[in-house]
């Protein structure tokens, strides 16, 4: 779970990322979460775009990305973009998060 001052300092890393994943209207699949959880590990902050013909609102495309991804964290929704994080299991994070 992230804290307050964690989340503000992710939003501020991600401030400059461009949407990596885009869910259409057929909402979120697993061959969309499969991927997601190869990207989260190299990436570890990703963005993810909700599609206006999305038949899914944001708040449960986030919950479904979270239950098929683990240890994936909703960091933030603004709008129809979403973020999320997760540390790197295979290098030191490039987002040491603060206490």
């Given at each position: 779970?992230?804290?307050?001052?964690?989340?503000?300092?992710?939003?501020a890393e991600a401030h400059?990322?461009?949407?990596?994943?885009?869910?259409?209207?057929?909402g979120v699949s697993p061959?969309?979460?499969?991927?997601?959880?190869?990207?989260?590990?190299?990436?570890?902050?990703?963005?993810?775009?909700?599609?206006?013909?999305?038949?899914?609102?944001?708040?449960?495309?986030?919950?479904?990305?979270?239950?098929?991804?683990?240890?994936?964290?909703?960091?933030?929704?603004?709008?129809?973009?979403?973020?999320?994080?997760?540390?790197?299991?295979?290098?030191?994070?490039?987002?040491?998060?603060?206490?």
């Amino acid at each position: 779970m992230l804290t307050s001052k964690q989340r503000q300092f992710l939003k501020a890393e991600a401030h400059h990322l461009k949407p990596v994943m885009h869910v259409g209207k057929g909402g979120v699949s697993p061959a969309q979460a499969t991927e997601l959880d190869v990207m989260v590990d190299s990436l570890e902050l990703v963005k993810i775009k909700i599609n206006q013909n999305s038949f899914e609102d944001e708040a449960s495309a986030a919950a479904a990305l979270c239950a098929a991804v683990p240890g994936l964290e909703h960091v933030w929704t603004i709008g129809h973009t979403m973020l999320f994080f997760r540390p790197s299991r295979a290098h030191d994070t490039r987002y040491p998060l603060p206490t």
